[in-house]
């Protein structure tokens, strides 16, 4: 199967962005989700994970008030919406699937097994 993001871009200090993820080849049905970004140079960082059911959802302080994940099992797509986005949230944002129904208490990159190829988000004036 295959995780496919869209929706980057670049957008100014303050503004909103939506990902999306498609799986294809399978169901999202019984797995939980998450995002990841990365800047060149540092670890890949946890920025959300949502549970099978879409009743647990996780964030780190960083983002805490301003992403958002949800997901659509019947579209077999997740999203996440991003707002008030500032300069230091510029990175490669990738989606990801881990074989679980909730999310770990860290979001941590080796929890995930199942990965998107990535997409750009600049946030620059």
């Known amino acids: 199967f295959q995780l496919v993001e869209s929706g980057g871009g670049l957008v100014r200090p303050g503004g909103s962005l939506r990902l999306s993820c498609a799986l294809s080849g399978w169901t999202l049905n019984y797995y939980s989700l998450g995002w990841f970004r990365q800047v060149p140079g540092k670890e890949r960082e946890g920025v959300s994970c949502i549970s099978e059911s879409g009743v647990r959802t996780i964030y780190p302080d960083s983002v805490k008030g301003r992403f958002t994940i949800h997901r659509d099992n019947a579209k077999n797509t997740f999203y996440l919406q991003m707002d008030s986005l500032k300069p230091e949230d510029t990175a490669v944002y990738y989606c990801?699937?881990?074989?679980?129904?909730?999310?770990?208490?860290?979001?941590?990159?080796?929890?995930?097994?199942?990965w998107g190829q990535g997409t750009q988000v600049t946030v620059s004036s």
């Open positions: 990801a699937l881990r074989g679980f129904p909730d999310c770990p208490s860290i979001i941590r990159e080796s929890y995930f097994g199942s």
